[in-house]
T-cell receptor, first 112, second 113 residues
């Protein structure tokens, strides 16, 4: 059973517009969420995180929103740039020392 | 600080063979986790080592094993390779727990023929 779900395998956006990547989770005990970005032939790199005590965290063009009641988070990229084209993974650590649980990823294509 | 390094970067094996992959974490990091990435399956957790002990294990068969050395370097081994083991194997390190930000290596691309 997937605890972290990214239901859109791909997303295509025009350069300069907003990209919104979505992630749903089932475990209400999750209290921390991370987004990773992965280019082909490279390992994922950490992008941004959010604690469950917040509903928004912003870092430059990237903002993550958390809706605990809906068990939903989203990553907004504004404005989108061609260099943002990558696979984005949502992840959460269940508890204690247990490892991160990753979604299956969403491939973002930003078209110039 | 140097990042996480993985060797080899690419590997071709045949069914039934075994393979050993290596990972050197960021200096000072004691937690090393291994993941398998296949198309459409995202990142599936294999196992995590901390101070030479396996601390967490994912749902993979016993053909997949690993170990960690006193310098935190880690190896994973896959015995009796199957076609379905073809994947990108990623190693990630963090300073203490896998809850913290993990830093990934570039991965080893394994192709089983």
């Amino acid at each position: 059973d997937q605890q972290v779900k990214q239901n859109s395998p791909s997303l295509s956006v025009q350069e300069g517009r907003i990209s919104i990547l979505n992630c749903d989770y089932t475990n209400s005990m999750f209290d921390y969420f991370l987004w990773y970005k992965k280019y082909p032939a490279e390992g994922p790199t950490f992008l941004i995180s959010i604690s469950s005590i917040k509903d928004k965290n912003e870092d430059g063009r990237f903002t993550v929103f958390l809706n605990k009641s809906a068990k939903h988070l989203s990553l907004h990229i504004v404005p989108s740039q061609p260099g943002d084209s990558a696979v984005y993974f949502c992840a959460a650590p269940p508890s204690g020392n247990t490892p991160l649980v990753f979604g299956k990823g969403t491939r973002l294509s930003v078209i110039a | 600080k140097a990042g996480v390094t993985q060797t080899p970067r690419y590997l071709i094996k045949t069914r039934g063979q075994q393979v050993t992959l290596s990972c050197s974490p960021i200096s000072g990091h004691r937690s090393v986790s291994w993941y398998q990435q296949t198309p459409g399956q995202g990142l599936q957790f294999l196992f995590e080592y901390f101070s030479e002990t396996q601390r967490n294990k994912g749902n993979f068969p016993g053909r997949f094993s690993g170990r960690q050395f006193s310098n935190s370097r880690s190896e994973m081994n896959v015995s009796t390779l199957e076609l379905g083991d073809s994947a990108l194997y990623l190693c990630a390190s963090s300073s203490d727990t896998p809850r913290e930000t993990q830093y990934f290596g570039p991965g080893t691309r394994l192709l089983v023929l």
